[in-house]
């Protein structure tokens, strides 16, 4: 779906025979990676039907699923893993990804603050430099006019 240089996603449980982007049986999510964080919509229990059922995900998605916690629960419910513990380690995950999430941010905006200051100091030294060349540029101006 979505156009050229805009794109969008729906992620689709489709036969094997079909062609890439022919027919499929059912559309269980969408993807728009345009959005900032990306957009991310997704059927968990259709997904998890058809992941039981013996679905193969391709790559991207298997990482759309680890991104929004479902791999994290097959793996669990794989396992035999009663249902209270496959929520209480869930939330644990959600709790882990909202602290990486907040430590990506504060990294981002001690980068940007860090580029803004050498920014400033380049800015600052090259006006000193011209500063510096223009006084060099009167003082020889100065010794030619008492020299002419």
Do not use: C
Request: hydrophobic residues 30%.
């Amino acid at each position: 779906m979505g156009r050229k240089k805009t794109p969008f996603y729906r992620i689709v449980a489709a036969d094997q025979r079909s062609p890439r982007d022919g027919r499929f049986i059912e559309v269980l999510g969408y993807y728009n990676p345009l959005q900032v964080p990306h957009n991310i919509e997704l059927k968990e229990d259709r997904i998890i039907y058809w992941l039981s059922k013996g679905a193969q995900p391709s790559d991207t998605v298997r990482s759309l699923l680890r991104q929004k916690g479902i791999w994290l629960k097959l793996e669990l419910q794989g396992r035999g893993v009663e249902p209270e513990k496959i929520e209480e380690e869930f939330k644990k995950w959600e709790l882990l990804q909202s602290e990486r999430r907040k430590r990506r941010q504060t990294a981002a905006l001690e980068a940007k603050k860090k580029k803004a200051q050498a920014a400033e100091k380049e800015e600052k030294e090259t006006v000193e430099e011209k500063a510096a060349a223009k006084a060099e540029q009167v003082v020889e101006e100065e010794k030619y006019r008492d020299s002419v």
